[in-house]
């Protein structure tokens, strides 16, 4: 296909009319090159509440904008092959792999090779690029499917998305932040996105991270900015 023009194919990004509230979080930012990449899809609306573990190149990374509106969880490793202490530990529902036809020519011996996390101990990962959300959602997901840990902080997940903080009470809500800062830091995002259209529950959500956290400087500053926009 070589100097060829240009393909316009139709396209769509999703299989409904309403978008689900997902959660994407990946490593990427944190390493030099696709080596060692892995990223996880959370749609708790999904029809099938099944985790799907992938071992593979790009192909399976660009289907997950796809897989994600079918399955609850999908967790994608670049890897030319399964990792069975991997599986073992994420406790996947079905496991899928899969290279395209110009890797297999040079397939590594998966006795050979150095071990999959020794990508994010030597100097070329930056751990500092990743924010503490993502930090927090990877702890969590190895962590075990059955453990404390992570049944907490999916629930966080679930009770974080726009829909769900607007009906919920303030006492509730404040009750719920206790202890944490991803969902404060969630409703502060949110409080945000609702200036333009709805101030006043921009400032109700607003006023709610400020009580979970006085000592937050852009959502003391922003409480001031609702309060005088809303108090001409």
């Known amino acids: 296909m070589r100097g060829d023009a240009p393909i316009d194919l139709l396209s769509f990004d999703c299989f ?12 990427s930012k944190a390493l030099q090159g696709n080596t060692g990449g892995i990223f996880l899809t959370i749609n708790q609306t999904a029809p099938i509440k099944k985790r799907i573990l992938l071992f593979g190149d790009s192909y399976f990374q660009s289907c997950l904008k ?11 490793l670049r890897s030319p092959y399964i990792l069975p202490d991997v599986a073992s530990s994420l406790s996947p529902d079905l496991i899928l792999t899969g290279n395209a ?3 297999l020519v040079n397939t590594p011996n998966a006795e050979n090779d150095v071990p999959f996390f020794i990508n994010y101990i030597h100097s070329r990962f930056e751990s500092r690029k990743l924010d503490e959300h993502t930090l927090s959602a990877f702890q969590n997901i190895f962590s075990g499917r059955n ?5 907490e902080w999916k629930e966080t997940l679930r009770i974080s998305h726009k829909k769900t903080l607007l009906n919920l009470e303030n006492n509730h809500l404040l009750q719920l932040c206790e202890n944490n800062n991803i969902l404060i830091d969630r409703i ?7 200036e333009k259209t709805d101030m006043e529950e921009a400032y109700r959500l607003m006023s709610i991270a400020h009580k979970a956290r006085p ?3 852009f959502i003391r500053r922003k409480l001031q900015e609702y309060i005088l926009l809303l108090n001409p």
Do not use: M, V
Not at 188 to 194: E, K, Y
């Open 101 to 103: 036809e110009r890797y």
């Open 147 to 151: 453990s404390i840990s992570y049944l």
């Open 16 to 27: 409904t009319e309403i978008k689900p509230e997902l959660d994407r979080f990946n490593l």
């Open 215 to 217: 000592s937050g400087i």
């Open 188 to 194: 502060r995002d949110t409080a945000t996105s609702l």
């Open 66 to 76: 796809w897989l994600s509106h079918i399955f609850e969880e999908i967790i994608y």
